[in-house]
């Protein structure tokens, strides 16, 4: 979790306890859809953490795999 949250969380969210990530990011409902190309996740208008789910997606995205 430590390498997690240093390297893709916010500022904001690497200050938050294992519990409240967890909560705001990986608890919330979300419609799967997917595509000929694509798979995209649905989240509801009203969802209030939609934002950190969808950065925090961004930066798992632009991690530099080194396979050894």
Known sequence: FNWFRRL???AEMQKQRID???L???K???KVVRSARYI???LCSS???KEEFYDTLSAI???DVQLE
């Open 24 to 26: 705001k990011l990986l």
């Open 8 to 10: 893709v969380l916010s």
């Open 47 to 49: 969802c209030p953490y």
């Open 61 to 63: 995205g632009k991690l």
């Open 28 to 30: 919330i409902a979300a």
């Open 40 to 42: 995209t996740f649905k």
């Open 20 to 22: 409240t990530v967890r």
